[in-house]
T-cell receptor, first 115, second 110 residues
Framework: SQTIHQWPATLVQPVGSPLSLECTVE??????LYWYRQAAGRGLQLLFY??????ISSEVPQNLSASRPQDRQFILSSKKLLLSDSGFYLC??????????????FGSGTQLSVL | LAKTTQPISMDSYEGQEVNITCSHN???????ITWYQQFPSQGPRFIIQ???TKVTNEVASLFIPADRKSSTLSLPRVSLSDTAVYYC???????????FGTGTRLQVFP
């Protein structure tokens, strides 16, 4: 069966520090991968998505970046965190095969507090 | 991309049926409608998915009219544990960019 691992669960970082969040998926091949962010009490904001190794589509953030060095690994990074980067970060995956309808599976999330 | 619109919040009492409607006027032919449930500090989880008419599983029903421009998630006899945020998402197998709407915050009271 497929599983998604996301870590760390919680993170407290000072403003201006770097960030690296990692997500890995097991039990599937060539998944679509997603990073979402959720501010306190708000909805899910799509940050990045990837349809293959090295293929990253960016939606919103200016000081965040994402990379997909391996088929089932998705990394969210920042060189210098801002206060506004605080939030709940969620990694998700879905099958990319033609004929399989979209169903997203989410990780357990990382609660990031930038102080 | 089909944009979705949902009520921001709803209140209910235990044992009642709750219907949450999602509007998606520009849904594409290949798009399915999927509903997710999210509890605080957790990732959303899949509830139900449908293309047209009615779909029912062990936790919910999904009603989709013929024009498919809206859908209604029906939760029978809600309990306190159904207090959560519910999102509808529209997309198909060829939709890579999956954007959620604002979601509906359901509060169930005893």
């Amino acid at each position: 069966s497929q599983t998604i691992h996301q870590w760390p669960a919680t993170l407290v970082q000072p403003v201006g520090s770097p960030l690296s969040l990692e997500c890995t998926v097991e039990g599937t091949s060539n998944p679509n991968l997603y990073w979402y962010r959720q501010a306190a009490g708000r909805g899910l904001q799509l940050l990045f998505y990837s349809v293959g190794i090295g293929q990253i589509s960016s939606e919103v953030p200016q000081n965040l970046s994402a990379s997909r060095p391996q088929d089932r690994q998705f990394i969210l990074s920042s060189k210098k965190l801002l206060l506004s980067d605080s939030g709940f970060y969620l990694c998700a995956w879905r099958d990319s095969w033609s004929g399989v309808t979209e169903k997203l599976f989410f990780g357990s999330g990382t609660q990031l507090s930038v102080l | 991309l089909a944009k979705t619109t949902q009520p921001i919040s709803m209140d209910s009492y235990e044992g009642q049926e709750v219907n949450i409607t999602c509007s998606h006027n520009n849904i594409a032919t290949n798009d399915y409608i999927t509903w997710y449930q999210q509890f605080p500090s957790q990732g959303p989880r899949f509830i139900i998915q449908g293309y047209k008419t009615k779909v029912t599983n062990e936790v919910a029903s999904l009603f989709i009219p013929a024009d498919r421009k809206s859908s209604t998630l029906s939760l029978p006899r809600v309990s306190l544990s159904d207090t959560a945020v519910y999102y509808c998402l529209v997309g198909g197998y060829n939709t890579d960019k999956l954007i959620f709407g604002t979601g509906t915050r359901l509060q169930v009271f005893p």
